[in-house]
Nanobody, 120 residues
């Protein structure tokens, strides 16, 4: 069982930045794909970004060039740096990981979510 705990959400003005963090409770962290998914009010969950255990990165088109996913394996932590934020980025952001190491998905473990609100 892997527990994921996110932090770093909040209220930010359009054009601003936030960095989300997610700490995972597993010694095998470096072998997991780690992802970020968001859910806006009244909408379905939407893929944002992930980083495979190989270091390969993938982003949703809506965040390319603005968001950066990264990880620190020594701290069992994945990050999502969000720049040039827009009101449409407002959502609850979830950290996620698949059930097994060395796989891309599907996501099985989920954090509790952290709210990001972009508003003036």
């Amino acid at each position: 069982q892997v527990q994921l705990v996110e932090s770093g959400g909040g209220l930010v003005q359009p054009g601003g930045s936030l960095r989300l963090s997610c700490v995972a409770s597993t010694r095998a962290f470096r072998s997991y794909t780690m992802g970020w998914v968001r859910q806006a009010p009244g909408k379905e969950r939407e893929f944002v970004a992930h980083e495979e255990w190989t270091g390969r990165l993938d982003y949703a088109d809506s965040v390319k060039g603005r968001f950066t996913i990264s990880r620190d394996n020594a701290k069992n932590t994945t990050y999502l740096q969000m720049n040039s934020l827009k009101p449409e980025d407002t959502a609850v952001y979830y950290c996620a990981a698949p059930k097994f190491t060395l796989t891309r998905g599907p996501y099985h473990y989920w954090g509790q979510g952290t709210q990001v609100t972009v508003s003036s």
